[in-house]
Nanobody
């Protein structure tokens, strides 16, 4: 069974950067997209970024220009580089590889 695990969350000051990573144990068959979602307290889960099997990247309006999603060519991994972080980026960030969800990693942006 494939398990997805996120890493790289933590506490950062506004304007700072974090890099989230997501890895799957086991093999994911076929081409698949990778996604990053987030859920802030009291809010619905939202899609932050997608990277397609072909490497195309798409972003939510609120993070475009600050976040960058990438994928490892050899391993079932994706990453999310987050720059110029704002307090409103505080949330639990979830990774999805194909249809496999991780349990999330907490990102707190606060001074």
């Amino acid at each position: 069974q494939v398990q997805v695990v996120e890493s790289g969350g933590g506490l950062v000051q506004p304007g700072g950067s974090l890099r989230l990573s997501c890895a799957a144990s086991g093999s994911i068959l076929g081409a698949y997209n990778g996604h990053w979602y987030r859920q802030a307290p009291g809010k619905e889960r939202e899609l932050v970024a997608t990277i397609t099997a072909g490497g195309g990247a798409f972003y939510a309006d609120g993070v475009r220009g600050r976040f960058a999603v990438s994928r490892d060519s050899a391993k079932p991994m994706i990453h999310l580089q987050m720059n110029d972080l704002k307090p409103e980026d505080t949330a639990v960030y979830y990774c999805v590889l194909a249809h496999y969800w991780g349990r999330g990693t907490q990102v707190n942006v606060s001074s």
